[in-house]
């Protein structure tokens, strides 16, 4: 079943939620705040909006990993998603060179080119990989018995995400890449078997070995 097939108004909802965080994040991260002035409601509310940052992009990746786990992998896909990035990215960069000129170089305009080689976009380079592997990943998920899969998700959550909530126990090096196969592994997980995730059984999943 294709991905088109699959859309519904919710997880259109979810992705729209998730680039809103996004946006929202960088407009604050971006736009001229003085983070180290006194607390006031207007710094405690840009610094929340500072915050949804990673919970867009986790979600956003999420629901990529929901589909691709049970899509074929498409060349296309990703010449699309290059095709893309290249023509905003030099569109912008284009404006910045000549409007702006102290903020766009010509080597820097010319690398909006190559935004994988040029490494300029740590979202999108990751993804890119992400999309690139997933059809290894979900050879991975297929010969995985539910207990199996199941205990993979519970150790990396216990390296991942429990053990860094303690500085002092100290932390284990993780890139974006690793990170995105988690979140890619754990949304694969929901859409296998997702009545593990109903509100009666949530808490088993974490219990059960």
Not at 71 to 85: M, Y
Not at 113 to 132: A, N, Q, R
Request: net charge positive; aromatic share 20%.
């Amino acid at each position: 079943m294709s991905y088109k097939q699959e859309r519904n108004s919710a997880f259109e909802l979810l992705r729209i939620i998730s680039m809103f965080l996004i946006v929202m994040h960088h407009y604050s991260v971006h736009g001229g705040f003085d983070f180290m002035s006194p607390f006031s409601v207007r710094l405690y509310f840009v610094q929340c909006l500072e915050m949804g940052g990673k919970l867009g992009v986790n979600l956003f990746v999420l629901i990529s990993g929901y589909f691709l786990c049970k899509s074929n992998f498409k060349w296309f896909r990703l010449v699309k998603l290059e095709l893309e990035v290249i023509f905003y990215s030099f569109a912008i960069g284009l404006l910045f060179f000549i409007f702006s000129p102290e903020r766009e170089s010509l080597k820097g305009l010319l690398s909006e080119l190559t935004p994988i080689l040029s490494s300029k976009y740590w979202f999108y380079e990751t993804y890119f990989v992400l999309v690139l592997i997933s059809p290894f990943i979900n050879k991975l998920i297929d010969s995985l018995q539910k207990n199996e899969f199941k205990k993979i998700l519970l150790l990396l959550t216990m390296l991942w995400v429990v053990i860094p909530t303690f500085p002092k126990i100290g932390q284990l090096q993780m890139s974006n890449l690793g990170w995105f196969v988690f979140l890619y592994l754990f949304a694969a997980y929901i859409r296998n078997f997702h009545e593990d995730f109903k509100k009666t059984q949530f808490v088993l999943f974490w219990l059960e070995s």
